[in-house]
Nanobody, 123 residues
Framework: QVQLVESGGGLVQAGGSLRLSCAVS????????MAWFRQGPDNERAFVAA????????NYADYVRGRFTVSKDDAKFTVNLQMNSLKDTDTGVYHC????????????????WGQGTQVTVSS
């Protein structure tokens, strides 16, 4: 089992940047697929980006490609999301998630979730 805790959210103006971090604890010897999802007012969780815990393979939603970068810090056991050129449509609660299965954009495939961190982009 793995525990996930997000941090780094906040209020930023459109065009600005934020860096989210997901602290991973528990069983870290498993090659999880780690993902970020954005939860909007409708409570739907939209895929943002993903990375495998043990290699560099990544995937991005089209609407963040070129603006967001997902990475991991092996020394700190964190998965990070660097968000640049933020838009008001990026507003939402950002959740970190993990699965022992294959990397996927489907929220239902992820077994472990953090509590989320709020990102608000003002236009």
């Amino acid at each position: 089992q793995v525990q996930l805790v997000e941090s780094g959210g906040g209020l930023v103006q459109a065009g600005g940047s934020l860096r989210l971090s997901c602290a991973v604890s528990g069983r870290t010897d498993v090659n999880y697929a780690m993902a970020w999802f954005r939860q909007g007012p409708d409570n739907e969780r939209a895929f943002v980006a993903a990375i495998y815990w043990n290699d560099l393979l990544t995937n991005y939603a089209d609407y963040v490609r070129g603006r967001f970068t997902v990475s991991k810090d092996d020394a700190k056991f964190t998965v990070n999301l660097q968000m640049n050129s933020l838009k008001d449509t990026d507003t939402g609660v950002y959740h970190c998630a993990a699965t022992t299965g294959y990397m996927t954009t489907r929220a239902g495939a992820y077994d472990y979730w953090g509590q989320g961190t709020q990102v608000t982009v003002s236009s």
